[in-house]
């Protein structure tokens, strides 16, 4: 019984995921932050961090976690536009959020809020690739 609770979360795709989860966290806060002390905006530099993450999370989670190996420009296009779709409400989500704890609750970390939004999205984004974007091959 608990072999199977073990392999069912400590599998290749679940590990995987969480380095590549944790990587791409670490290119969104790193360039936020180097977007904020160069004097952006947090609105802004989120929104920019977003897009670094982004682009360095479909090329991890399609290659090396959920293995769609396939490159055709049809199917790649298509696991694009649905990876930013769905990339594109949790981003939404997380600006939201963070305006929601700097702005409306005051909290003047607003860093400590990036980290805090960043784990509800982490496994959002988990969630809507498994079931949504790389299910033919998961």
Do not use: H
């Amino acid at each position: 019984m608990v072999q199977r609770i073990w392999n069912k979360f400590f599998n290749r795709e679940n590990v995987s995921y969480l380095v590549f989860g944790v990587l791409t966290t670490l290119a969104d806060w790193i360039s936020y932050r180097m977007m904020r002390l160069a004097g952006m905006d947090y609105r802004l530099a989120t929104a920019g961090a977003w897009a670094v993450a982004v682009l360095f999370a479909f090329v991890t989670n399609k290659l090396f976690v959920f293995g769609s190996l396939s490159l055709r420009p049809a199917q790649v296009w298509k696991e694009f536009v649905a990876f930013v779709a769905c990339r594109v409400a949790t981003g939404i989500l997380t600006l939201i959020a963070m305006m929601v704890m700097v702005d409306g609750m005051g909290i003047q970390n607003d860093f400590f809020c990036k980290v805090v939004v960043s784990v509800l999205s982490l496994v959002m984004n988990y969630v809507l690739s498994k079931w949504f974007i790389f299910k033919q091959t998961s």
